[in-house]
């Protein structure tokens, strides 16, 4: 459809502009409590795989716990579109977390983004 099409040719112009623009969508709102349930249960996202937060998780990437405290919501949304931006002290120097943008939709990376800025 026509719609579609300008929607593609418009983010195509936000990648022009860099390889995670077209996520500054998700700056802004979000809804916590989905945000929640993506970290603590989403089947591909896995989060708590490796992070722990609540003391719950794995061990392997730093813990969730603070991370508002941290990073803003710009640094918490690099976090998940560009892992490899700013590895945590303690981590290596490649993460091994798979960058979220192709497994979570703008608005599910929204919500998560809202609910790690509550883990203050």
């Known amino acids: 459809s026509e719609s579609s099409r300008r929607a593609e040719a418009w983010l195509a112009s936000l990648d022009a502009q860099g390889p995670t623009r077209r996520y500054d969508l998700a700056l802004e709102g979000g809804d916590v409590q989905r945000?929640?349930?993506?970290?603590?249960?989403?089947?591909?996202?896995?989060?708590?795989?490796?992070?722990?937060?609540?003391?719950?998780?794995?061990?392997?990437?730093?813990?969730?716990?603070?991370?508002?405290?941290?990073?803003?919501?710009?640094?918490?949304?690099?976090?998940?579109?560009?892992?490899?931006?700013?590895?945590?002290?303690?981590?290596?120097?490649?993460?091994?977390?798979?960058p979220m943008g192709p497994i979570l939709s703008l608005e599910e990376l929204r919500d998560v983004v809202a609910y790690l800025e509550t883990l203050k």
């Open 35 to 98: 945000g929640f349930a993506i970290v603590h249960s989403h089947t591909s996202a896995t989060c708590l795989k490796c992070h722990a937060v609540g003391g719950s998780g794995g061990d392997a990437a730093p813990k969730l716990d603070g991370v508002a405290t941290r990073l803003d919501r710009p640094g918490l949304l690099r976090s998940l579109v560009d892992p490899n931006a700013e590895i945590a002290k303690g981590y290596g120097s490649v993460s091994a977390m798979m």
